[in-house]
């Protein structure tokens, strides 16, 4: 049974920086192509970011250049680092495959951009 653990999300300033985490289990991780989806307060989920096994990865315009993703197979975790943050950034933010998500989803991470 595949399952997402999502973590780090908090209450930050404008500016500021996160990092989450998603740990993934019932799944082949190290050869999923993988994803961090948001969805904000009455908007529909849209991807972020996605990342390849090898370590490829590609962004939303509205993301790039301030958010990096990453993994570490050994760990079947991948990360989300958030830089220079901004209000629109708020959000619930999940893990999945990407950019091909399964119809299992975590419970996600709060993450609230507020000065």
């Known amino acids: 049974q595949v399952q997402f653990v999502e973590s780090g999300g908090a209450l930050v300033q404008p500016g500021g920086s996160l990092r989450l985490s998603c740990a993934a289990s019932g799944m082949l991780f190290t050869i999923a192509n993988m994803g961090w989806y948001r969805q904000a307060p009455g908007k529909q989920r849209e991807l972020v970011a996605t990342?390849?096994?090898?370590?490829?990865?590609n962004y939303a315009d509205s993301v790039k250049g301030r958010f990096t993703i990453s993994r570490r197979n050994a760990k079947n975790t991948v990360y989300l680092q958030m830089n220079s943050l901004k209000p629109e950034d708020t959000a619930v933010y999940y893990c999945?495959?990407?950019?091909?998500?399964?119809?299992?989803w975590g419970q996600g991470t709060l993450v609230t951009v507020s000065s």
């Open positions: 990342i390849t096994p090898g370590g490829s990865t």
């Open positions: 999945n495959k990407g950019p091909n998500a399964l119809d299992t």
